[in-house]
């Protein structure tokens, strides 16, 4: 059986009520109303989307993730810019984006290697951490404003989750599959 799986950091709720005003003043920008917004108990940070992988591949996941993730230390990621990101010619997205500093680009690249050594095929090429607020069609008529509304909070990276995505009728429900704790900064 195959299942769609994701790799992510959960955001803690303080974080995710800044960015569901946000995703309010954006909502301006959606003239056309083709922008479908994602509710906020869905917001996440993406690490790396893996796609559809068979169900009896989720023990290996989290076998080479606890292995892989052992020693990896908490950090803060700063959020700190929002924009339209087109994924794919069928998908696009109005997404928050973090600082991809040192740890959160280590911190990606150990869950592809984790994918890998699991035997997922990872196919995503110019991927980007991100934060969905909304989704678009590929082909869409949304207009990214000159300057987007400034962006500024941090949210402490303090575990990942492996969330298995199915569709639903307003949109993806999330379900964790398994979370391996980060070491604490203390």
Not at 9 to 22: I, M, N, Q
Not at 38 to 43: F, K, M, T
Request: one cysteine or more; proline letters at 5%.
């Amino acid at each position: 059986m195959k299942i769609r799986a994701f790799f992510a950091l959960t955001l803690p709720d303080s974080v995710v009520r800044w960015l569901a005003d946000h995703a309010d003043t954006l909502c301006e920008y959606d003239k056309k109303t083709e922008v479908n917004w994602v509710d906020s108990d869905r917001y996440h940070l993406t690490l790396s989307f893996l796609g559809d992988i068979e169900l009896g591949q989720v023990e290996d996941l989290e076998a080479c993730a606890r292995e892989c993730l052992a020693d990896f230390c908490s950090f803060q990621v700063h959020i700190n810019a929002a924009e339209y990101y087109r994924v794919s010619k069928k998908l696009a997205l109005i997404a928050a984006l973090p600082d991809v500093h040192e740890e959160l680009q280590q911190l990606h690249d150990l869950t592809v290697d984790v994918a890998k050594k699991a035997g997922v095929t990872y196919e995503e090429e110019d991927f980007k951490p991100h934060i969905t607020l909304g989704r678009l069609p590929g082909k869409n008529g949304f207009k990214s404003p000159e300057k987007w509304p400034d962006l500024d909070m941090f949210s402490l990276a303090d575990s990942v989750v492996l969330f298995q995505s199915k569709p639903g009728e307003d949109g993806s429900i999330y379900t964790p599959l398994f979370e391996i704790p980060l070491k604490d900064l203390s």
